[in-house]
Nanobody, 111 residues
Framework: VQLVESGGGLVQAGGSLRLSCAAS????????MGWYRQAPGKQRELVAT???????NYADSVKGRFTITRDNAKNTVFLQMNSLKPEDTAVYYC??????WGQGTQVTVSS
């Protein structure tokens, strides 16, 4: 099983981006999927997770700005990021329980 992220890029503060991640190579629905991020010089941190029954957890820093959703049939998870801030700049990694990390996608928010 592989995780393939897409949707990162450069955006101005206050803008929006939508990240997508597909877990390919599995015919079973992933139990928990989500997103982590790692800024330069910092540890990887949780952004949001969502279970197969749509139980959701957000980091306090993104509550009210980011929305995580998933398509169980396609083993795909999405992260809608609104009102982006420069401190959201990081490499965003898709997470799926029991699956190796993907390569990540860069999100850069300019001030």
């Amino acid at each position: 099983v592989q995780l393939v992220e897409s949707g990162g890029g450069l955006v101005q503060a206050g803008g929006s981006l939508r990240l997508s991640c597909a877990a390919s190579g599995s015919s079973f629905s992933m139990s928990v999927m989500g997103w982590y991020r790692q800024a330069p010089g910092k540890q990887r941190e949780l952004v949001a997770t969502i279970s197969s029954t749509d139980s959701i957890n957000y980091a306090d820093s993104v509550k009210g700005r980011f929305t995580i959703t998933r398509d169980n049939a396609k083993n795909t998870v999405f992260l809608q990021m609104n009102s982006l801030k420069p401190e959201d700049t990081a490499v965003y990694y898709c997470y799926a329980y029991g699956v190796p990390w993907g390569q990540g996608t860069q999100v850069t928010v300019s001030s």
